[in-house]
């Protein structure tokens, strides 16, 4: 933005500076006359004895200075000493102001490199805490989010795009075949065809619903995790069923607020992951809700395959799958359930906790800010 040039910041200090000093000598002056020279006479001896009588004295009168010499002798002293005190407080000023807004120079380099791209700079300033130092931490803290945010935005990019190109490249095979081929059965084709798509509208779906939770647009509204937890657990029974694993819904009431769609997702995602990680078959999904200390909490818990603790918080992110793509044609594992859990906890301000079961299987803790 163009805007007309103004006075540095240095300089108006400086300038304050000098004033300041300038009205403090100029009080000092005013200070004097008002409490010492408005005392002294204007004229010193006995204006009723005359020349003649003066001059018969036997003992000759000391010159005393009155008022008017007070004022001849003071007047070009203070000139002076304010004169001193305009340069003084200029030159002191500059050199004090310069020490003083050090630290903000340092920022707004660090400021301009970040505008230029460099996230990776910090200030780091030292020294006791102030309010730069405190202005430092904080911008540090910014830089390191946004190059944190970048760089998983970079990341989540690369692999949604290596994502979506495996099936328009299978799509792309499929039609290739067929026209190489024209005897080739048409129903298997359409039916292959439709299986890739429909997973390609999936997992853009699912991308548009994780940049919806991390963008928070949502109208806020009371909702019940209970019943969350319930039609979630309704919805994946025929599969909890198909797999043989046994779903079980626990726990009371636990209210929250936000978006009932997307906290439905967030349980559905969750239910549906521990089902289709849960193996080998036949084991067992727990879903409980509880209240309790202001908090609101929904706790998944599912059997299955030891997991190893590095590759749990790892889970979150974007593609990422815990065990073994399951290569079915329905509810194949894109990598985005937890990703999407995660984001509309976040979008909740709720936090997400991910912890091995001893016996394998997997913990999932939802904690999201309850409601009376």
């Not at 911008?139 to 946004?146: A, N, P, V």
């Not at 792309?172 to 081929?181: M, Y």
């Not at 069923?241 to 209210?255: K, N, W």
């Not at 559905?268 to 200390?293: D, M």
Request: aromatic fraction near 4%; proline fraction near 6%; hydrophobic fraction near 45%.
């Amino acid at each position: 933005m163009d805007r007309e040039p103004g006075l540095s910041v240095r300089l108006k200090l400086t300038l304050s500076y000098a004033g300041f000093v300038m009205l403090a000598g100029a009080l000092l002056l005013v200070t004097v006359w008002v409490f010492l020279l408005r005392y002294v006479p204007e004229v010193i001896g006995n204006p009723e004895m005359s020349e003649p009588n003066r001059s018969r004295l036997p003992v000759p009168v000391m010159s005393v200075p009155n008022r008017a010499d007070l004022l001849c002798a003071f007047a070009p002293r203070a000139a002076a000493v304010l004169a001193f005190l305009l340069i003084f407080g200029l030159l002191g000023g500059w050199i004090l102001a310069g020490r003083m807004l050090a630290p903000l120079t340092r920022i707004t380099n660090a400021t301009r490199m970040a505008a230029d791209g460099s996230l990776s700079h910090r200030i780091r300033m030292e020294g006791h805490e102030d309010e730069f130092r405190e202005l430092s931490d904080a911008f540090d803290s910014m830089l390191e989010q946004l190059e944190s945010h970048v760089a998983e935005q970079q990341r989540f990019a690369a692999n949604a795009s290596h994502e979506l190109r495996t099936p328009l490249a299978i799509s792309r095979t499929l039609l290739d075949v067929a026209r190489k081929d024209p005897t080739r059965h048409r129903d298997e084709l359409i039916e292959r065809l439709h299986a890739v798509n429909q997973r390609a509208i999936d997992l853009t779906e699912a991308l548009l619903l994780l940049s919806r939770g991390d963008r928070r647009h949502f109208t806020p509204e009371g909702v019940d995790l209970s019943l969350i937890a319930e039609e979630a657990a309704e919805t994946m029974l025929p599969l909890a069923e198909q797999r043989r694993i046994t779903l079980d819904v626990t726990g009371g009431t636990a209210q929250t607020s936000g978006s009932a769609e997307l906290l439905a997702r967030m349980a559905t995602n969750l239910v549906q992951n521990a089902i289709i990680h849960n193996l080998p078959a036949s084991g067992t999904v727990t879903v409980h809700t509880e209240a309790h200390s202001g908090t609101s909490v929904l706790r998944v818990e599912n059997t299955g395959r030891p997991l190893p603790p590095d590759l749990v918080p790892t889970l979150t992110e974007p593609f990422q799958r815990g065990t073994e793509r399951v290569r079915t044609d329905e509810h194949v594992g894109a990598g985005l359930g937890l990703a999407i859990v995660n984001s509309i906890v976040r979008a909740h301000d709720g936090t997400l906790d991910l912890a091995p079961r001893p016996n394998g299987g997997l913990l999932v803790t939802v904690r999201l800010p309850g409601t009376p």
